[in-house]
Structure formats: C-alpha cells, structure tokens
C-alpha cells in the first residue's frame, strides 16, 4: 500500500539511491532516507510534493539493538493534500551529526535544538545550535539510553514516589 502513495511513487523516482525503507502502519508511511540526502529530500518535499509543514523532529536512541544508533524522524504534512509522510534518516553514534532542515522549514529550528539538548545529534549548519530545555551547564544528554538514571553527580532519590 505504501508504494502506491504518490510521495513515495516521486521519492523512489529522484531519490532511488537515497531511499532505504518504505513502510506502512495503520495508514501511516515513513521512508527511511540516507542521511546525506535528507535536505535535499526535504526540499523536493516541500517546493515538489507540497508538505509545507515539518510538525515535529525528533530522535529515537536504538543503543545495543541496531546500526544506526540514532535514527532522527521527521514529521511532516501538506496542508493541500491534507497528507502525512514520516521521514527517517540513521545517524551513527560514531558520527553524530546531520544536515538541518531548518533552512528548508523554519519550524524545525527549535525541534532540531530541542533534539540536540536532549540526545546529542548534531545539526550541521544550523543557525543557533544552543541549549533549548537544559541548563548551559548540563553535563550530558539526558534521553540517551546511556545516561546515568539519577543524571550526573546526583545523589539517588530517597524519598516516597508517589
């Protein structure tokens, strides 16, 4: 069902190299992109395929399950066609870096920072790459798999839970 939906059918036509999955969930497609393409990608998306909304960038930590360790989703929709397309590009731990998109949707300026506050990937050639929700001086990323529970140089919490 997936390859039949017309961003995808266009995607595989440009970008045929570039396109690494195409999947569906209930109704849902996401297309998983080489994370060298992704701005060019989006771009044809949105001057192309009119998705001229990115709703939401945001990042899954995949630490000890799969390669890529990261995976950085974009959500996106065109109001025209009243359509949704899920975007994924993999980004390795060893490298954690990609493009921003914010030059191609200024709404992802702030989720891309918010991504990089909370898990640690880089976005190259972003306009204000900075601290979004943590203190400047926060050591680490806290929604990595990899980060203490209590957060760094905390004692553990010894009171009630609830």
Same mark, same amino acid.
Request: charged residues 30%.
């Given at each position: 069902?997936?390859?039949?939906?017309?961003?995808?059918?266009?995607?595989?036509?440009?970008?045929?190299?570039?396109?690494?999955?195409?999947?569906?969930?209930?109704?849902?497609?996401?297309?998983?992109?080489?994370?060298?393409?992704?701005?060019?990608?989006?771009?044809?998306?949105?001057?192309? *395929?009119?998705?001229? !909304?990115? +709703? %939401?960038?945001?990042?899954?930590?995949? /630490?000890? $399950?799969?390669? @890529?360790?990261?995976?950085?989703?974009?959500?996106?929709?065109?109001?025209?066609?009243?359509?949704?397309?899920?975007?994924?590009?993999?980004?390795?731990?060893?490298?954690?870096?990609?493009?921003?998109?914010?030059?191609?949707?200024?709404?992802?300026?702030?989720?891309?920072?918010?991504?990089?506050?909370?898990?640690?990937?880089?976005?190259?050639?972003?306009?204000? *790459?900075?601290?979004? !929700?943590? +203190? %400047?001086?926060?050591?680490?990323?806290? /929604?990595? $798999?990899?980060? @203490?529970?209590?957060?760094?140089?905390?004692?553990?919490?010894?009171?009630?839970?609830?």
């Amino acid at each position: 069902m997936a390859e039949n939906n017309r961003a995808v059918i266009k995607l595989k036509e440009k970008f045929a190299a570039s396109i690494l999955d195409v999947r569906e969930f209930r109704g849902e497609v996401t297309v998983t992109v080489a994370r060298e393409k992704v701005v060019d990608i989006c771009r044809f998306l949105k001057e192309s *395929l009119q998705y001229n !909304l990115c +709703t %939401d960038v945001t990042a899954v930590d995949y /630490l000890g $399950k799969q390669e @890529p360790r990261f995976m950085v989703v974009y959500n996106l929709y065109s109001i025209p066609n009243k359509d949704r397309l899920r975007l994924k590009a993999g980004v390795p731990d060893a490298d954690c870096s990609i493009d921003t998109v914010s030059c191609v949707w200024n709404s992802a300026n702030w989720l891309e920072r918010e991504v990089y506050d909370l898990m640690g990937v880089q976005f190259n050639n972003h306009p204000d *790459l900075r601290r979004i !929700l943590m +203190t %400047d001086d926060w050591v680490g990323h806290p /929604l990595r $798999k990899d980060y @203490p529970l209590q957060g760094p140089d905390r004692e553990p919490y010894k009171g009630r839970l609830s």
